[in-house]
Every structure is written in C-alpha cells, then in structure tokens.
C-alpha cells in the first residue's frame, strides 16, 4: 500500500518542522503537493518509497501537466514545479536516512516562461504615496495608511512582515531595525526621512496601548491587542491606487517590487537588493535585471538614432 510512502512522507513534514524550523504554511504546502504525489503513486501500483523510479516520476509530470485548477486551467509552470520542488526534498531527506529510492538530483524543473515584474512608475508611485493625505478620514488613519505605504517603500516588507511590526520593533533614531521573514531568516531594513517623520507622527497620536505598529482603526471594532491583518493592507493599498487613478493592480508585493526596482535603476548592485529584499538565492533577485540594466539603458541612449 501507498501507506508506507505516506508514513515516510508523515516522517520528513515533521523533520521539516521540527529541525529545519519550516513555518506552518510551507509544511502545508508540502503536505498538499507530497500527498498527491502519494495518491498517485498508489493508483499506478507503487507500494514503497523503493519502487519510486524514473518511470513513475515521468508519469506524475505528465499527470501534473494535463491537470486542471479549480478554474479550469492548466498548472501553472510554477505550481507544476512546486510539486517536484517538494518531491525532492523528500527524496532528499530519505538519501540522508539511508533508504533506497530515486536519486533527487534527476529530477529536473519544468522550464518557466521568465516571470514579469509588476511596478509603480514614478509619477504613480508619487501619486498613491501622497493618497492618504488626499481624504478625508480622521486624521489618525491618515496618519497610519501613509505611514503603511512610505514602510512598505521604504523597506520592501512583505505584507505579512509589515502586519506583524511591533512599535519596539523599529527604533526611530537608528533609521534601521531588523525583521524576520521567510524561513525564519533575520535581516536588516531601512527608513527612509519620510517613512521614520511619517512613523513618528503617526506614533504621537496613538492613544491605545497596543504593541503593534499597524492596528484596526474602526471604531465599531472592539480593541484588541492583535495587529491589522494583511488582507486588510491589500485592500488599503488598493484603495489608494484607485484614489491616485492607477489603472493596473496594485498590491503590497508591488510596492515591494517597486523599492527593489527603483534601488537598483539607482545604481545598486544586484547583491545587495538580494539581502535587502531577503531572497536565499539570487535568482530570484534577477527578475528585475531585465527591466533595470543601466548599461543596456546607456547603449540605447548613447547609440540608437544617431543618423536620423
């Protein structure tokens, strides 16, 4: 029975928890993609994590490419890879304990069309930055909202890092503080003029004594000591892209694309983005490069045209 692939799979979602400190999010994820592949295994006669081989890999990628969403549509490339993402990681962990099966490192990823990079331009991001101050909301929650969209700016958080800020958290006179994110890694960040003024005005008209930094300002809401929940920035920050006549999506991961892209058509220099931005591998920070590359930008102006 497909049980004992299971109870292997059972055993290597606990060692990814325990030991190697995965958030409960990325152990449901895996949970979902290894259990599939566990179903699957079972309908095509594999009863062991021995009997896994490149044949039955093969037909789980076919299986995963012909499947369809909730909506009717094929897996995304990047959901199919997620899968064998998983899928390694668990043949990984039974190398390491010494049972036989199917060596990882041949299974290979799908090849992914390049990602594109959704960002504010900088009249747009002007606009929706200075959109707070434009209603007519009590002054505490324009207080808050801008101080919200100069952070995430400032600072390129995630949603869910910013939702968690406590007010000890930042330090207003060192304009740097650190943050925890994916995977538990610890790095720095920091304020801009606007955001730590905006932060600091934002603070003097706090009446509550709740420690997070971003609270639920409705006053038919009981007061609790929970922070804004991250679902509530994504509908403040579309709030504000519609109020500065923004047209395309806006959510919080694009003002965080956009504090990566604007750092470097600025001049940085991809390794450092990388850390700012928190990504283990620098593959992920290359997505911007293709939008950003200052030098292809001065070949252009430099070179193209010139006998018009």
Do not use: W
Not at 123 to 144: C, F, N, Y
Not at 159 to 187: C, P
């Amino acid at each position: 029975m497909s049980d004992q692939i299971k109870q292997n799979i059972n055993a290597f979602l606990e060692y990814m928890e325990a030991e190697r400190g995965l958030s409960e999010k990325t152990i449901s994820n895996y949970h979902f993609y290894l259990h599939r592949f566990a179903d699957f295994a079972k309908e095509h006669k594999i009863t062991s994590v021995e009997k896994i081989d490149r044949d039955i890999i093969h037909q789980f990628r076919l299986y995963l490419s012909r499947l369809k969403d909730h909506a009717g549509e094929p897996l995304k490339k990047n959901t199919q890879n997620y899968h064998l993402i998983a899928l390694r990681g668990f043949l990984k962990y039974l190398v390491k304990n010494d049972i036989d099966s199917f060596q990882p490192e041949k299974i290979e990823l799908a090849k992914q069309d390049p990602r594109q990079v959704a960002f504010l331009e900088g009249v747009e991001l002007a606009k929706i930055l200075e959109a707070p101050t434009k209603t007519g909301d009590d002054e505490i929650m324009q207080l808050r909202d801008k101080a919200m969209l100069e952070l995430f700016f400032s600072t390129g958080l995630r949603v869910s890092e910013l939702a968690k800020l406590k007010i000890e958290d930042v330090n207003l006179k060192k304009d740097e503080f650190t943050v925890r994110g994916k995977g538990k890694k610890v790095r720095i960040v920091f304020l801009s003029d606007t955001a730590r003024d905006c932060l600091h005005k934002y603070f003097g008209k706090r009446m509550d004594v709740n420690p997070y930094i971003f609270i639920n300002l409705d006053r038919a809401r009981k007061t609790t000591d929970e922070p804004i929940t991250p679902r509530s920035i994504e509908r403040i920050v579309v709030k504000y892209a519609k109020l500065a006549g923004i047209m395309k999506e806006v959510t919080p991961h694009t003002l965080r694309h956009s504090y990566a892209t604007d750092l470097l058509m600025n001049g940085a220099d991809i390794r450092s983005v990388q850390a700012m931005l928190g990504h283990s591998s620098i593959t992920t920070t290359q997505v911007y490069t293709h939008i950003t590359d200052q030098q292809l930008r001065k070949v252009h102006k430099d070179f193209h045209g010139k006998k018009r």
